[in-house]
T-cell receptor, first 115, second 113 residues
Framework: DAGITQSPRYKITETGRQVTLMCHQTWSHSYMFWYRQDLGHGLRLIYYSAAADITDKGEVPDGYVVSRSKTENFPLTLESATRSQTSVYFC??????????????FGPGTRLTVL | AQSVTQPDIHITVSEGASLELRCNYSYGATPYLFWYVQSPGQGLQLLLKYFSGDTLVQGIKGFEAEFKRSQSSFNLRKPSVHWSDAAEYFCAVSNTGGFKTIFGAGTRLFVKA
C-alpha cells in the first residue's frame, strides 16, 4: 500500500535491550522525521533526515540512533532501552523544502513499553 | 524561544454547538502554522495550514482558523461540531523550510450528545 507505514505497531521490551522501530514511505519524500508523543508534551522531534545518509538531531535525541541508507526507510534504534523511553513513536515524511511545501505526513505510530 | 501553547487540555461541547480551540505561539520569524487532528490510535492528519495571504484559512471537515499576528494566535473554529470530531487537536509552528516543527501539548475534544 502507498503511504507511510511503521512496524511494529506495539512493542514491549525490557530495560537495557536494543529495540529498532521501522518506518517506510512509498512517496520518495526527501525528509523523514521521528517524534515521540508523551502526555502533556505533544510531539517532540527526536531526529530528522533531509535525504539518504543525512540526519540531524531534534529536540530529544539522547538514547536514540537513526540511519537512512535508503530514501524510503528511516529506522529508529534505542540502543539500551530505558523506562523513560516508554512512549508512542511517530514517523513522518515531507516532500522537500520550498514555499508552501511544509506539510508532514504521519504514520500510524508505534506504542513502545519498556519494563 | 519558540513555543506553542494550547491553554485548554480538554474541552467538552455539545453536538451541534460551535467550537473554538485556542493556540498561541512564540516564534521569531514569520511562522508557518498548522492544526492537526489525531483520532484515537491513529497518526496525525493535517486540518489546515497558514503561511501567507488571507489570515482566515479554511481546512478540511468544515474547520477554519484565523491568524492574528498582533495576538500571536491561531485559533481553530468550527460552527457546528459533530460527534465524529471527538479527537485530540494539535497546533504546530514550523520554520520556513518546514523541517523543525514544534507542537503544542494538544487539546482533547469531547462531544456530548
Amino acid at each position: 500500500d502507498a503511504g507511510i507505514t511503521q512496524s511494529p505497531r506495539y512493542k514491549i521490551t525490557e530495560t537495557g535491550r536494543q529495540v529498532t522501530l521501522m518506518c517506510h514511505q512509498t512517496w520518495s519524500h526527501s525528509y523523514m522525521f521521528w517524534y515521540r508523543q508523551d502526555l502533556g508534551h505533544g510531539l517532540r522531534l527526536i531526529y530528522y533526515s533531509a535525504a539518504a545518509d543525512i540526519t540531524d538531531k531534534g529536540e530529544v535525541p539522547d538514547g536514540y540512533v537513526v540511519s537512512r541508507s535508503k530514501t524510503e526507510n528511516f529506522p529508529l534504534t534505542l540502543e539500551s532501552a530505558t523506562r523513560s523511553q516508554t512512549s508512542v513513536y511517530f514517523c513522518a515524511s515531507k516532500v522537500g523544502v520550498g514555499q508552501g511545501v511544509v506539510e508532514q505526513f504521519f504514520g500510524p505510530g508505534t506504542r513502545l513499553t519498556v519494563l | 524561544a519558540q513555543s506553542v501553547t494550547q491553554p485548554d487540555i480538554h474541552i467538552t461541547v455539545s453536538e451541534g454547538a460551535s467550537l473554538e480551540l485556542r493556540c498561541n505561539y512564540s516564534y521569531g520569524a514569520t511562522p508557518y502554522l498548522f492544526w492537526y487532528v489525531q483520532s484515537p490510535g491513529q497518526g496525525l492528519q493535517l486540518l489546515l495550514k497558514y503561511f501567507s495571504g488571507d489570515t482566515l484559512v479554511q481546512g478540511i471537515k468544515g474547520f477554519e482558523a484565523e491568524f492574528k499576528r498582533s495576538q500571536s494566535s491561531f485559533n481553530l473554529r468550527k460552527p457546528s461540531v459533530h460527534w465524529s470530531d471527538a479527537a485530540e487537536y494539535f497546533c504546530a509552528v514550523s520554520n520556513t523550510g518546514g523541517f523543525k516543527t514544534i507542537f503544542g501539548a494538544g487539546t482533547r475534544l469531547f462531544v456530548k450528545a
